[in-house]
């Protein structure tokens, strides 16, 4: 009989001990600066519920054939091509083809992005031969939100700046019609009844909301009361995703946090953002920006640095591919933001694929691939000593 | 079917042996049988059942609940209590060599009753027997051999529910049959029954998903494809070394054709298990495992998310510590016991890099479980587990504690 009191009283005390300690046995959490997903800081809990409702639309929403996938597409949701919210992958890379006339016609018409996927018993489209076209790996989406908020007279001021670049920078923003289902700012800026557009390789997608309901489209095949038309049929049939959740992702996506930079006080980080400036990366990639006014408390007025001017700029013949998009021209592309650059290999499988089109393997081929008004630079990095180069390496890798 | 009907259902039958409740000694247990010359295809019928006087019925079943406790990167659901399911099962000689089984299923979590096994069977001879109704596809040992208070685990395999759809269930007919001499013993099975559907590769998990299509209960009633699904096994056991089986379940999964229309290739799907179980004598520690390939025919035209090849499977290895009374029951059992498990959902390379494709896990899982009968198991499991994405970007870290019972009753 004492024998079972000692066993009953050692199994209470050890389902004690287990219960108190289960937090103890649970895995770790990576670091905040080792991710890039995540809120950024301040949101309100109403804030918190909608980022999440976009998270989960954004990162668990598998598109099926019943629930409208295709029948033609690219990918079958939105977390197929940005694991983590990093970069992404030569297997989510896109095909943009087809060069829009002067007026931007044909821009928004069924296309201009190859539907290389199709649902069992449909073919995928193909490019039409001797098409100009540009591949393009999917960008992160960390810290969107900020660069949405960066004013037009901000943007514009940086490209004003640049006409006296003594490298020879002179980035624009592109002008590109809009879609009917973007409404502008009512203080947004037009040229020829074109406006400024930010988001994308060549810049020509206005704001979020726009980049959200064409990737939808474009991307899944999946239609919405914004952009109702089919890219098969090339007709408008019913929404296949909410308003809701379309506005969700959009506040996810707006509400990410922007990357927090590692290992700020190696003394090689320190040198290499000092030769980062001093060879002239940062007449494109500029480091600190700011936001204008937003509801988003967590968003307004704030300074950020995600090393890009947002503005489009000839990067020479070596990456000219042949396609336009908006004002651009074909060798021109926006500067990417450089924040997060680090952590991409986390999200592209653990190898790095950079440039528009992933063609980079690594951020000393993807300098040496600049051109055009990044040649002085370039030159300025290659004339560097070989410790000096690792050092701004590093310092990139920190980002 | 709701969980209404489940109630009625259960109390019916219940009501029906109440008078056990007067003179319990009227209801008699009948254990499962012992003998050795079982293999993992019996497993269907080797289930302790309660029989009432002469009636020719027979009833059982099992329930299993259980708490977690599991987080991912960190990140945790809390403390989770789940009421996993509970099964009944009603069986009845009707006639000499007609026996009939139906293994019910109800699980509220997922609202869902189902019918797992329903079938008839007539024997012509220990090597023909003919089973029909709905039947658990022999493929792998799992499938066929479920239920939870047999396991040292809460969890069902990896392998046998999320790359394999156990439990997986068809309606269909086949044959079966046994021959064994002194030692050996052999056995197989062959069924033709519905199947698949297009699920496979159009589904929600965003990979080929063969589980995908338990989704569809229609299959009871038309099969998709309008070809059998053929599932075929053979085993041979020996009984002082142990048992090994080897399965095939395939055929078209597609709507390949409809009012004489062709409207796809037909496609197909084929899997292939290797299954074992055996003892040490010298030690009493148990081995089972179970290994599957699938093969899925997958469209050159469709998203490489959704692969054409998966493999994996699990071993886990019981060794009974302490065999003797301990709190008052007698011969219970504690024992210690590891799972190791692994699947690749997608086996390839990218088109686009050459590169292998990963989406892929692996968990290791130590546990402790106590059973103070044979019919009883107290469950305490650890896991460890990593999930790599389909680009095999840095894993996602799972780890913690279930403790639950699963008992036949």
Known sequence: MYKRYVLVITFLFLAVIFTVSCEKILPPSPANDELLDGPVEGLTTAQAAQHHAGDVAFNDQVFTRETGLGPIFVATSCGSCHAGDGKGHPFSTLTRFGINDSLGRNEFDNGPQLQNRALPGYMPEQLPPGTPFASFTPPANTGLGFLELVSEDDLLAMAAANTTNPDGVRGHPNWSALPTFVSPNPNSYTQNGRYITR???????????????QAYNQDIGITSTFNPSDVYSHLDIDPEVSDKIVRDVIFYLQTLKAPIQRNQSDPDVIQGGALFAQVGCESCHKQTLTTGFSPVEALSNKQFHPYTDLLLHDMGPGLDDGLIEGTSKTSEWRTPPLWGLGLSKNSQGGKYFLLHDG?????DEAIQLHGGEAATAKNKFNALKAAERQQLIKYLESL | MSLKFFAVAFLATTSFFATAQIDPSLLKRTTSDTLKQIMNMDAIYNRPALKYDKLPVSLGGYVEANYQYLGTDGISEGHQFQFRRLTLFVSSTISKRIKFLSEIEFEPADKEIAIEFAAVDVEFHPLLNLRGGMIVNPIGAFNQNHDGPKWEFIDRPISATQMLPATWSNAGFGLYGKYYKKDWMFGYELYATSGFDNSIIENDQNRTSLPAAKENAERFEENNSGEPLITGKIAVKNTKVGEVGLSYMGG?????????LQLDDKRKVNVFAVDLKTTIN???????GEWAWVFVDVPETYSQQ?????????????????????????????????????????VGKFTETKEKIADDVWSVMPAISFRPSAQTVFRLNYRIQKQRDLLGNPPANTAGISFGISTYF
Do not use: M
């Not at chain 2, 078209?252 to 004489?260: E, I, L, S």
């Not at chain 2, 019981?318 to 498990?341: H, K, Y």
């Open chain 1, 199 to 213: 988001f994308g390789k060549k810049a020509a997608t206005y704001n979020l909301f726009h980049q959200t309901v």
């Open chain 2, 306 to 346: 959704f692969g054409n090849k998966q493999r994996g499977g699990f071993l886990d290895i019981v060794q009974p510590v302490l065999n003797r009374t301990i709190l008052g029951w007698n011969n219970s059992v504690l024992n210690l016991a590891c799972r190791l498990e692994y699947v690749d959902y997608n």
């Open chain 2, 282 to 288: 010298k030690t009493k520690t148990n081995f089972i």
């Open chain 2, 252 to 260: 078209a999964y597609n709507k390949f054709q409809d009012d004489g």
């Open chain 1, 359 to 363: 063609r980079a393997k690594s951020i």
